[in-house]
């Protein structure tokens, strides 16, 4: 992640999010606003857990492609899928094909139907409650915290898999949990969301 980049609309961007224009639009729109569906929740944790160990772009480039593939992230229907399930993603060269991740998007679908209060309910409870100051350089942005640690713990001990603390982090950052936009970045805070 590199510093504060100023762009040719004289806008102030996360590095990261002035590299390319599918970062920039990424950025802009979506990360780091507050998310609170279970589906859409259900989407990105997937969606981090197949990241791992790739680059972001990758995943977000395919993303049309694994919302395809995944019934639009609906809980239900990925909850249900069985072996033929698999194979068919497996021979999807438009989404990332790996087997342990593939597994862990249908477990974790399961494990989200599971949940007494939802997959929302769960994963706010983490947001911390206070907002610091936005950080003023990439240094400053952690890759695990302690809310991030307790999160991957909890969604572990419930049967989800490919959630540990770092990409627990990601998912807090990517759905506003925490604001990791950088000082001066042009992205205005979120609201503190309250659930509800």
């Known amino acids: 992640m590199t510093d504060l980049v100023i762009g040719a609309d004289g806008l102030g961007r996360c590095g990261w999010g002035a590299s390319t224009p ?3 639009t990424y950025h802009d729109e979506e990360w780091g606003r507050p998310l609170h569906g279970d589906g859409e929740l259900y989407e990105r944790l997937t969606l981090e857990a197949f990241q791992s160990g790739l680059s972001w772009l990758t995943i977000l480039r395919k ?3 694994f919302r395809a593939a995944f019934a639009d ?3 239900a229907t990925v909850a249900g899928y069985g072996e033929p399930d698999v194979a068919r993603l497996l021979a ?3 989404i990332v094909r790996n087997r342990a991740k593939i597994e862990a998007a249908v477990a ?3 494990a989200a139907l599971e949940l007494p ?6 994963l706010w409870s983490f947001a911390p409650t206070a907002r610091p100051a936005r950080p003023r350089s990439a240094a400053e942005v952690p890759a695990v915290t302690p809310e ?6 909890a969604l572990k001990r419930r049967g989800f898999r490919f959630v540990g603390p770092t990409t627990a982090y990601a998912l ?3 759905t506003g949990m925490v604001d990791d936009h950088l000082d001066g970045c042009h992205v205005k805070p979120p609201a503190v969301a309250v659930m509800g």
Do not use: C, H, I
């Open 22 to 24: 599918d970062y920039a």
């Open 63 to 65: 993303r049309p492609a």
């Open 172 to 174: 807090m950052q990517a």
């Open 148 to 153: 991030s640690t307790a999160m991957a713990k």
């Open 108 to 110: 974790n679908a399961r």
């Open 117 to 122: 209060d939802g997959l929302a309910t769960l």
């Open 73 to 75: 992230f609906d809980l």
């Open 92 to 94: 999807d060269a438009g």
